[in-house]
């Protein structure tokens, strides 16, 4: 697994729970790292381990930590790179779905060897859509809950995300747009702002 996505779970129990759960999950977990370098690869099992150790040292399932990961990855101010990524999709919210089938391909520009799970948009009607994820990582489906949940807000969108289950490495998430121009919505520009 590489590198930035263990560092993503670091970093998510880090910043939002702080450096003692940490410790207490790589502890928990028999870790052999206990600080995650962005740019390495690492066994799938390290992944496994590290996110079991976080759950039981949260007290959470696994759905919900998983899904708290995905909504800190776009919403946490260590993270914004990504949130600006995911922006690059689409001026709507229909458009920045439409445009997950790329972010795999996206993501490599900026990392090549980086390899995200594949994502694949099915549009059932014009607020009808469905999202299915074949990963690794059992739980992957939770954080592009946590994602999209954090994404339809970004874009002023009032949604309902459902978990419709896994199996055989692919989850699927159903997707119903209730009212897509519900509030204003976070700004966006194209360019970074330096201050």
Same mark, same amino acid.
């Given at each position: 697994?590489?590198? +930035?996505?263990?560092?993503a $779970? ?35 099992? +390290? ?7 976080v759950? !039981? ?11 708290? $990961? ?14 600006r990524?995911?922006? !690059? ?7 920045? =779905?439409?445009? =997950?089938?790329? =972010? ?14 594949s +994502? ?10 469905? +999202? ?7 739980? !992957? ?6 994602i999209l ?6 874009y ?10 896994s ?20 700004? !966006?520009?194209?360019g970074?702002?330096?201050?």
């Amino acid at each position: 697994m590489h590198g +930035l996505i263990n560092r993503a $779970i670091q970093r998510f129990v880090t910043d939002s729970y702080g450096i003692e759960k940490w410790n207490d999950a790589v502890r928990w977990a028999a870790l052999d790292v206990s600080d995650f370098e962005a740019m390495l690869t690492y066994e799938d099992g +390290l992944t496994e381990k590290a996110i079991v150790g976080v759950c !039981f040292v949260l007290d959470k399932p696994r759905s919900d930590v998983m899904e708290d $990961i995905g909504t800190y990855l776009v919403s946490h101010p260590n993270t914004e790179a990504l949130r600006r990524l995911l922006r !690059f999709g689409g001026v709507t919210f229909v458009e920045f =779905l439409n445009s =997950l089938d790329d =972010l795999p391909d996206r993501a490599r520009l900026a990392v090549s060897d980086l390899e995200l799970p594949s +994502l694949e948009v099915r549009d059932h009607s014009s607020t009808q859509f469905s +999202l299915v994820c074949a990963c690794p990582i059992v739980g !992957f489906g939770h954080v592009m809950m946590g994602i999209l949940r954090t994404m339809a807000d970004d874009y002023g969108v009032l949604a309902v995300f459902e978990h419709m289950g896994s199996g055989q490495g692919v989850e699927t998430i159903s997707i119903s747009l209730v009212v897509t121009e519900f509030t204003e919505g976070r700004k !966006f520009e194209l360019g970074a702002r330096v201050e």
